[in-house]
């Protein structure tokens, strides 16, 4: 079995920082890619920021120079570092994780329970 923990979420004004983490856990064997996406109200998901097993990123548009990700892979966790926060980044964050288990043949995607960030005007 797998889980994905998420934590940092939380209410901020314009302008703050939030720091966002997600742990993966479980009969893990590797992690290839690891991300955030966003959903907001009303408003189809979309993918916010990515980073590969040895580190290249991928962001998208509106939030790079805001936002960013890390990733250690000791402890099979991710991060994202978000700055200069707008009302329009409020939004519920899911992470993500692309892993191989333990048992199995091929790499599968696993999501974390996602987690509420809401930044006021």
């Known amino acids: 079995q797998v889980q994905l923990v998420e934590s940092g979420g939380g209410l901020v004004q314009a302008g703050g920082s939030l720091r966002l983490s997600c742990a993966a856990s479980?009969?893990?064997?590797?992690?290839?890619?690891m991300g955030w996406y966003r959903q907001a109200p009303g408003k189809q998901r979309e993918l916010v920021a990515s980073?590969?097993?040895?580190?290249?990123?991928n962001y998208k548009d509106s939030v790079k120079g805001r936002f960013t990700t890390s990733r250690d892979n000791a402890k099979n966790t991710v991060y994202l570092q978000m700055n200069s926060l707008k009302p329009e980044d409020t939004a519920v964050y899911y992470c993500?994780?692309?892993?191989?288990?333990?048992?199995?043949?091929?790499?599968?995607?696993?999501w974390g329970q996602g987690t509420q960030v809401t930044v006021s005007s």
């Open positions: 479980g009969s893990i064997r590797s992690i290839n890619s």
């Open positions: 993500y994780a692309d892993l191989l288990r333990v048992g199995q043949g091929g790499y599968f995607r696993y």
């Open positions: 980073i590969t097993s040895d580190g290249s990123t």
